[in-house]
T-cell receptor
Framework: AQKITQTQPGMFVQEKEAVTLDCTYD???????LFWYKQPSSGEMIFLIY??????QNATEGRYSLNFQKARKSANLVISASQLGDSAMYFC?????????????FGKGTRLSVIA | KAGVTQTPRYLIKTRGQQVTLSCSPI?????VSWYQQTPGQGLQFLFE???????NKGNFPGRFSGRQFSNSRSEMNVSTLELGDSALYLC??????????????FGSGTQLSVL
């Protein structure tokens, strides 16, 4: 079974608009961490934002925020005021367990295209 | 602070050959993880090394192996290459403290093409 599901293979958004990228996850652990990474065409994966399972507030980092709905097991990434440079692949990932001794597991990704 | 460096950036090999990829982590990081990225399977975890010991292993055949040196630099080796091994191989480093919130810092990857 997929641990991380990203149902949107591709998304388009107008420059300066906000966009939400969906991510649902599957785990029976109470302690886990959720990550979002951006991968531009250069190939390097860039860390964007982190949400811990026990965090009561939704994480925010600049124009990135995470809409964390624990009961629904979803961790959607919201990008506000989209810029042309936001065009890239976006990956949701999860690490399970309190000891952090499991590898980061990634979803298949969403390709975001920002239109001028 | 220099980022994660992977060499070479591109590699072309033929079936049956073997290949070695190199990764230099961020200074001070002791953990190196390797991932294979393909359009069909996405990012799949290969293995993680910490202080020269393999700490975690993914579900790949024994043709895929790795090692880590005392300076934390890591190499991965693929023997008897198959067409399906064509992929972007990403290396990531971290402190290795084993916390749920530990983030990985990735290199730009090595694009391997097997002909």
């Amino acid at each position: 079974a997929q641990k991380i599901t990203q149902t949107q293979p591709g998304m388009f958004v107008q420059e300066k608009e906000a966009v939400t990228l969906d991510c649902t996850y599957d785990t029976s652990d109470q302690s886990y961490g959720l990550f979002w990474y951006k991968q531009p065409s250069s190939g390097e994966m860039i860390f964007l934002i982190y949400q811990g399972s026990y965090d009561e507030q939704n994480a925010t980092e600049g124009r990135y925020s995470l809409n964390f709905q624990k009961a629904r097991k979803s961790a959607n990434l919201v990008i506000s005021a989209s810029q042309l440079g936001d065009s890239a692949m976006y990956f949701c990932a999860m690490r399970e367990g309190p000891a952090g001794n499991t590898p980061l597991v990634f979803g298949k990704g969403t390709r975001l295209s920002v239109i001028a | 602070k220099a980022g994660v460096t992977q060499t070479p950036r591109y590699l072309i090999k033929t079936r049956g050959q073997q290949v070695t990829l190199s990764c230099s982590p961020i200074s001070g990081h002791r953990s190196v993880s390797w991932y294979q990225q393909t359009p069909g399977q996405g990012l799949q975890f290969l293995f993680e090394y910490f202080s020269e010991t393999q700490r975690n292993k993914g579900n790949f055949p024994g043709r895929f192996s790795g090692r880590q040196f005392s300076n934390s630099r890591s190499e991965m080796n693929v023997s008897t290459l198959e067409l399906g091994d064509s992929a972007l191989y990403l290396c990531a480093s971290s402190s290795g403290q084993r916390t749920t919130n530990e983030k990985l810092f990735f290199g730009s990857g090595t694009q391997l093409s097997v002909l």
